[in-house]
């Protein structure tokens, strides 16, 4: 019998024979990937202190202890109703929104609710040997913190499928733990799900930029006609904010770090490496990579699905609420498009540019995390800056993906950008380093690899070299 002390929730699990069932089935599922998939090396004799949800309000989140991987409690938690909620966007505009999927919808709601769900686990798969090359028992801890929260939005959306879309939601809740990240035979969905993630500054820059495509998917469908996709999105958000908060301060503190070694070393580029610090060209290529990954993560500019899901109510912009017109039937968005090879503005009809618009919404966001890396060169008198690279750099989704543009959003011939790729991207030798710098793990508490300065504050006000991650004897 599944308690509501193993599954933290508030929807009433204890009286759902129906979702009793399908998770009995499930969890034991679940707990086997997560043997298998989870965190290598730190499955049964560690303890981690752990931040756990047991409820919606602010208090909920204040429940830190120390737990073993396996046995975190991954609750199911949707974010509280909202009176006569209306549906806010798309041809039923104003109507009662649904609590449950409307057949002519069925379909696409699944398809959406799949491809979210699909990240998830993809996710911790990517990430799972990163604990043997840690910085810190701090950086440890907030991967895990992480990890354990992706296996938390899978049960999400595997709540979902199991609640609303009957005998098809339970096949699918199975696929989602039998499909691999970068498997060839059964990949993740999404491209940027099967890339690797094998050393701390990809994990890095993937919470900064990947977990925030996730930020702006999940605003997104938190704008949803269907109730309860909106009301577990709108709680997935909160958790969001503690990765992106991973990613940022991450890369935050290897910036701050290389600014110290290059003022030691009086601005000479060339020494930071040899000084064990990453040097600035190989976090450009880093950032430049996981942006571009994340920029198809948006879809194509001009989508019939989008189309199509912004008319059904299915999926909306980000804080909807904030335009004045919600049908979106006879507006235009201005977008660069290529023709005859070159670049041109055109109008297009705005519910198909809605993966555009979110996308603007996305970079927009992203520039602004930017500048807050670049306030520290400021600050240490430094005239280096990072740079988001041109929205059609690197692209393998939409109508950039036929051809090469420089990261300034040059075009380039193939021979170009084959001659030129490893000055932008992470080359073989950009990961031999990383790997070179990060091949002991550091467990020490308090203590950080010499790449990273250490964090302005530990977690929940415990003090930076706290043990955050404990052996067990
Ligand atoms: N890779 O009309 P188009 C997160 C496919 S991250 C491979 O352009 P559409 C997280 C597409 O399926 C948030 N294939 O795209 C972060 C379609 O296939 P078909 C994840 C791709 O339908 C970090 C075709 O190309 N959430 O939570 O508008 C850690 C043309 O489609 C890709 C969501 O994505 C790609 N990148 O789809 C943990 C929300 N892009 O029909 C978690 C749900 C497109 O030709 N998903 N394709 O077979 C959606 O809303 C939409 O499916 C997409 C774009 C935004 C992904
Ligand atoms: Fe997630
Ligand atoms: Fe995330």
């Not at 021979?415 to 991207?425: N, S, T």
Request: proline share 5%; aromatic share 12%.
């Amino acid at each position: 019998m599944l308690s509501s002390e193993r599954i933290p929730n508030n929807v009433d699990l204890a009286n759902n024979k129906r979702l009793q069932r399908a998770l009995e089935h499930w969890q034991p599922k679940y707990l086997e990937w997560w043997q298998d998939m989870g965190p290598r090396g730190f499955q049964d004799q560690h303890s981690v202190y752990l931040r756990t949800a047991m409820s919606v309000d602010p208090e909920g989140w204040a429940h830190f202890e120390m737990v073993r991987l396996p046995e975190y409690r991954w609750g199911i938690f949707l974010a509280d109703p909202v009176a006569d909620r209306r549906i806010g966007f798309g041809d039923l505009y104003g109507e009662p929104v649904w609590q449950e999927v409307p057949g002519e919808f069925r379909n696409q709601l699944r398809r959406l609710v799949v491809t979210q769900g699909d990240t998830e686990p993809a996710s911790v798969e990517q990430q799972r040997e990163l604990g043997s090359r840690c910085p810190s028992l701090y950086d440890l801890r907030n991967l895990f913190q992480v990890n354990v929260e992706e296996g938390r939005h899978l049960w999400a959306m595997v709540y979902l499928l199991h609640s609303y879309f009957g005998r098809d939601g339970r096949d699918e809740a199975e696929e989602l733990l039998a499909r691999r990240s970068g498997n060839s035979d059964r990949p993740r969905i999404l491209e940027a799900f099967n890339q690797p993630i094998d050393n701390w500054l990809d994990f890095f820059m993937f919470t900064m930029f990947t977990d925030r495509d996730g930020k702006s998917q999940l605003m997104s469908l938190s704008e949803s006609s269907l109730d309860p996709l909106s009301r577990t999105t709108r709680f997935m958000l909160t958790e969001e904010a503690h990765h992106m908060f991973v990613g940022e301060t991450g890369v935050a503190r290897i910036i701050e770090r290389t600014c110290e070694i290059l003022k030691a070393s009086r601005g000479v580029a060339e020494d930071v490496r040899s000084k064990g610090g990453i040097d600035l060209a190989t976090i450009q290529k880093h950032l430049n990579f996981w942006f571009s990954l994340s920029l198809d993560l948006h879809g194509s500019e001009v989508s019939s699905n989008a189309a199509s899901y912004f008319a059904n109510g299915l999926k909306g912009r980000a804080r909807e609420e904030t335009y004045k017109d919600h049908k979106a039937l006879d507006a235009y968005y201005p977008m660069n498009v290529l023709e005859n090879d070159r670049v041109v503005s055109q109008e297009v009809p705005l519910r198909n540019a809605m993966n555009e618009v979110l996308r603007d919404w996305y970079v927009g966001d992203c520039a602004s995390g930017l500048g807050r890396w670049n306030a520290i060169f400021e600050r240490h008198g430094l005239s280096d800056r990072l740079k988001l690279p041109d929205r059609k750099f690197n692209r393998a989704i939409g109508m950039y993906s036929a051809f090469h543009f420089s990261p300034e959003g040059r075009r380039l011939s193939n021979e170009d950008w084959e001659r030129l790729k490893d000055d932008w991207l992470p080359c073989e030798d950009d990961t031999k380093f990383l790997r070179s710098i990060m091949a002991e793990p550091i467990f020490e508490p308090g203590i950080f690899a010499n790449y990273i300065a250490p964090p302005r504050r530990g977690v929940n006000r415990m003090p930076i070299n706290f043990r955050y991650v404990r052996t067990e004897e």
